[in-house]
């Protein structure tokens, strides 16, 4: 059995491009960057090299303005934090309710323990940030803005060159995760506002723990990892060679398949998306029609619930994710569809399925010669919600 791998918001294949530029920095270019023999004059080239590779990708003026991390979690944390700590007097921060929980989790920790305000400006049922309540929420106390580029969910792009122009007349920084929308969507930071930005490598088909931090030129900034003064002093700790060298080349070529993203891929997606609403009933797809990721299809499928689906869906060899993989096996219907007022009987049967530059029209044909009669099986069992809900929610 054929399998067929639609969980690439989650994580993404490693490209053997990428695998292969790795390999020398695991055995004969072992050096530390931050040596100065050759061994680690030879990382260290390699570093800014990948350094270089991933400026064209967001469009930063300089190559410097990145600094290397972990991943999109320590991006956005050292952001929001460093906010916090150049700008004392300022004591709020403006976020959205369906960010990832990588800000979330971190603003609600803020508010218990440092008593910081956090405004969490609402969305509507397409996902998109209510304009008029995020200009309510900006004051001369709001020390950051931290709203996503494009949601992780429902693939939802929002107005991030807007926002970040609004935060600005309140003397704000903004900082945006952008971990969904990097590789699939065109970023040209330097003819923007936005004073930071997160972004990550196993998101397209780079590897898993390495990510980065765009910090303007001239931004204010504290380092969350205090000890060396490696990343300019933005984030101390041996640097993570292989994964930045495999960063970079990801980078590269993420910049090289963009057209094929927003073309080819897109397809796929609308393919899926049509083939669905046609054989199933009572299905819809959730997040902007409009502004939304290439790559993305999130689908409610009311009266079912998620983790039967996924896992039937599995036996026939596909992969996909019932919504943020950081909340899986959760009980808890996704904050974002119950944020964006969706009934927990259709956010309980939601499935994402994102696509990458590795699917084929082959693999949208299987999906949708086998959901139908999963949909059906799993309706045949016990009913989740009440009579009014299914009328309230309008699938019915």
């Known amino acids: 059995m054929r399998s067929i791998y639609l969980d690439n918001n989650a994580t993404t294949r490693v490209d053997p491009e990428v695998v292969e530029e790795m390999l020398p920095f695991f055995t004969d270019q072992f050096g530390n960057p931050s040596s100065t023999h050759a061994f680690g004059s030879s990382a260290g080239v390699a570093v800014r090299n ?10 930063a003026e300089f190559d410097y303005e990145i600094a290397f991390t972990s991943g999109g979690t320590e991006s956005d944390n050292a952001a929001i934090l460093s906010a916090l700590e150049v700008m004392p007097e300022r004591t709020e921060i403006v976020t959205s309710t369906v960010e990832h929980p990588a800000v979330l989790t971190l603003c609600a920790d803020l508010e218990k323990t440092r008593g910081i305000r956090v405004h969490r400006v609402p969305v509507d049922r397409l996902g998109r940030l209510d304009l008029d309540a995020y200009k309510a929420a900006l004051s001369p106390r709001v020390a950051i803005v931290s709203i996503m580029w494009a949601n992780n969910e429902t693939g939802t792009i929002f107005p991030a060159i807007e926002l970040a122009n609004s935060a600005k007349e309140v003397g704000a920084l903004f900082h945006t995760d952008a971990v969904q929308a990097v590789g699939k969507v065109p970023i040209d930071l330097k003819s923007t506002a936005i004073d930071m930005l997160s972004l990550s490598g196993h998101k397209l088909h780079g590897p898993k723990g390495i990510g980065a931090l765009y910090i303007r030129r001239g931004v204010p900034f504290r380092s969350l990892i205090k000890g060396g003064h490696q990343e300019r002093g933005r984030r101390a700790g041996t640097e993570n060679t292989p994964g930045i060298v495999g960063f970079g080349k990801a980078a590269e070529l993420a910049l090289k398949f963009m057209d094929d993203e927003n073309t080819r891929i897109k397809s796929l997606r609308d393919r899926l998306e049509k083939g669905v609403l ?24 009311h009266q079912v619930e998620a983790d039967g689906m996924l896992f039937l869906l599995s ?10 993989a950081c909340s899986s096996g959760s009980l808890e219907p996704s904050h974002v569809l119950k944020a964006m007022n969706y009934p927990d009987s259709a956010a309980h049967g939601t499935i994402r399925f994102s696509f990458s530059r590795h699917n084929s029209e082959e693999d949208v044909d299987r999906v949708l010669e086998v959901t139908p009669g999963i949909v059906e099986k799993l309706r045949d069992m016990p009913r989740y919600g009440s009579p009014a809900e299914e009328r309230r929610s309008g699938l019915r």
Do not use: H, M, W
């Not at 990948?50 to 469009?59: F, K, S, V």
């Not at 036996?315 to 943020?324: D, H, K, N, P, V």
């Open 50 to 59: 990948a350094r270089r590779q991933l400026q064209p990708l967001i469009g």
């Open 278 to 301: 046609k054989r199933v009933p009572y299905a819809v797809v959730t997040g902007d029609p409009l502004e939304r990721l290439p790559n993305t299809a999130n689908i409610s499928f």
């Open 315 to 324: 036996r026939y060899g596909i992969a996909c994710s019932s919504g943020s």
